[in-house]
């Protein structure tokens, strides 16, 4: 047993021992659990139960199609296709100025035409993305970006914009379930769902040869989610919510969607604002990490063993299955700190989320060692696992039903730019990744005390 597999069994066994330690408190507390239970009629805990399961199932499909593709993109375009490291960023760079460009109009679209209708074509965009890597090309591998720019748009600004409304429509938070704990279940099932991916993708591509296989089955996953959706799933629309019900606790505002643009919704609600500043920088920090951490680990692995070239036996598909066990891990936490013993805020959370984030890169700069790289990029990945409930839970508060996706998709403008420009200037070599690292790490103690000072509750 090597290294790495010894690690995921560790970070395996810790996700085992919070989930543990999660139900055994819920089963302590058997008269709060009745409380709850005869405040919720049969039928709204079946109608609740049943939305649950319809959502997670597409949204498991959706995430694992991404996910199946994570270990192996990098490694795909540089080690199979022989790219030089520059045309990698440049074909990076492509995704994200098609998601900058369009994350506005797919929330547009969504909010006008339909999210449900958003995430059919989202299938669709997403499997061409995934077959334009059979043509080794490079026009066929720009357009393949092209169209990953745009799905990607389209995954984080539909889906969630759909479940929120529906959940705020249905009443889901009626029966017992909060948008927190919502939030929170998503976190864990992506979680369990990217290191599936991470060992499935290790295992196709050593079964067939090539780093191909797991964008094929990323196209399968895809056909499913698009079926289920096609068949079980109901529209909903931009403002459908806000205008078919008067204001109340569970709408995030009371003011009219129509009556203001988007942009001024953004620009006139400061707390909206610091989580568009957030967005930017955590969630650009983490794209960039997607980028780096397999040259990053290369490099270390390289200078641990000099005489003899194991650099490209490192394990990606595990090592990817750790890092989402770090997030796993990082998801549970949330939901004994936040859902359970509700010992922070998410937005008080989020604030040590983005200093402990900053620290974890700045350790990789200063310490040359594979070891501690890995488990720096796993406390980053830990750090990833409780953002995205927290901020989850935040927007859905802060920002209306009506123009959700509009909102959504306009944040990751700001995103997709920071990005561009990082990778557009990418040179080959440590110290430029290195002085990335640096500059995102920087960027993230700033944007955590401005958070605590604009959101903190």
């Known amino acids: 047993m090597n290294f790495y597999d010894s690690a995921f069994i560790l970070l395996i066994s810790g996700c085992g021992l919070l989930t ?8 302590e507390k058997p008269e709060e659990k009745a409380l709850t239970q005869n405040a919720v009629t049969p039928r709204a805990k079946a109608e609740a139960s049943q939305f649950i399961r319809l959502f997670l199932t597409v949204y498991c499909l959706v995430m694992g199609s991404d996910w199946l593709q994570g270990p192996y993109v990098y490694s795909l375009y540089k080690d199979q296709f022989g790219l030089q490291e520059r045309i990698v960023g440049l074909l990076f760079v492509t995704g994200f100025l098609s998601g900058a460009i369009s994350g506005y109009y797919v929330g547009q679209f969504a909010d006008k035409h339909g999210r449900r209708t958003a995430c059919l074509i989202f299938c669709v965009t997403y499997s061409t993305a995934c ?8 026009p066929a591998l720009f357009f393949g970006r092209v169209f990953g720019g745009l799905s990607t748009s389209l995954m984080y600004s539909a889906f969630e914009s759909w ?25 864990t099932m992506n979680s369990i769902v990217a290191i599936v991916a991470g060992v499935l993708s290790e295992w196709l591509v050593q079964i067939t040869g090539t780093r191909r296989a797991p964008f094929m089955a990323s196209a399968s996953l895809l056909t499913i989610a698009f079926w289920i959706i096609w068949a079980y799933w109901s529209e909903n629309y931009g ?10 606790l569970s709408s995030p505002s009371s003011h009219s969607p129509a009556t203001k643009s988007v942009l001024q919704t953004i620009l006139t609600d ?10 930017c920088f955590f969630e650009g920090s983490m794209y960039l990490f997607v980028f780096f951490w397999t040259p990053a680990l290369k490099a270390a692995h390289s200078q641990a063993l000099p005489s003899a070239n194991h650099s490209e036996n ?3 598909g595990m090592i990817f299955a750790c890092f989402m066990a770090s997030v796993m891990l990082g998801s549970l936490l949330f939901n004994l ?3 359970k013993h509700q010992l922070l805020a998410p937005s008080r959370l989020l604030t040590i989320i983005f200093a402990t984030a900053s620290s974890s890169l700045l350790v990789t700069i200063v310490l040359k060692s594979e070891v501690l790289t890995f488990w720096s990029f796993c406390v980053f990945e830990l750090c990833v696992g409780m953002y995205w409930p927290s901020v989850g839970y935040l927007k859905g508060r802060f920002v209306e039903d009506g123009v959700r996706a509009r909102v959504y998709g306009m944040l990751r403008i700001p995103l997709n730019v920071f990005v561009v420009v990082a990778l557009s200037l990418i040179k080959e070599g440590e110290a430029y990744r ?4 640096l500059v995102c790490s920087g960027l993230l103690v700033v944007t955590s005390g401005i958070f605590h000072w604009v959101v903190g509750e």
Request: net charge positive.
């Open 270 to 279: 400061k707390r909206i604002l610091t989580l568009g500043l957030a967005s």
């Open 314 to 316: 490192l394990p990606y």
């Open 337 to 339: 700190i936040i859902s």
């Open 239 to 248: 403002d459908s919510h806000t205008q078919s019900n008067p204001p109340s």
């Open 163 to 187: 479940m929120v409304t529906e959940f705020h429509k249905r009443r889901i938070d009626h029966s017992g379930t909060s948008l927190s704990s919502m939030f929170g279940i998503m976190t």
């Open 131 to 138: 077959f334009s890597t059979l043509v080794p090309s490079l």
């Open 20 to 27: 543990w330690q999660q139900y055994r408190g819920q089963e």
């Open 434 to 437: 290195n002085s990335v690292f």
